[in-house]
């Protein structure tokens, strides 16, 4: 990995997921998880989400459909934060999530809401504080 690639990558998954949920998963990597977080980094954050194809807000919106469908709550939560974070109303993440329940299951769709709450109840109450 090119270090101004790593830079770079790091610069936007701080833009876009928050610095806190970076940190975090940076105190989480242990030796073995570390080539997975240089990886997306690189490929995720340094080249695919710097893309001039689609603004941030239409990423976050298809990756919280696909996250759905992944039926990945844990990740789900992350990039509906960074939707938010991006620019995304509530409104349109539930508009995302409402479409992706005939496409991806009523199960799948359930756990991407109840993900969803917690992160949209959390920062609305970070806003309310400011």
């Not at 105190?27 to 080249?47: C, R």
């Not at 990756?63 to 509530?90: D, S």
């Amino acid at each position: 990995m090119s270090e101004e690639s790593k830079k770079q990558g790091l610069k936007v998954r701080n833009e876009v997921m928050g610095a806190e949920f970076v940190e975090r998963a940076k105190n989480n990597t242990t030796e073995l998880t570390e080539p997975l977080q240089d990886f997306i980094n690189e490929h995720v954050w340094g080249s695919t989400w710097q893309r001039d194809g689609l603004d941030r807000r239409t990423r976050s919106l298809v990756t919280i459909a696909m996250l759905t469908a992944l039926k990945a709550p844990t990740e789900l939560k992350g990039h509906v934060r960074g939707a938010l974070n991006n620019g995304c109303t509530v409104d349109e993440i539930k508009e995302v999530l409402l479409h992706s329940t005939p496409y991806c299951g009523a199960p799948a769709s359930q756990e991407a809401f109840r993900a969803a709450q917690e992160i949209i109840d959390d920062y609305s109450q970070k806003q309310a504080d400011k």
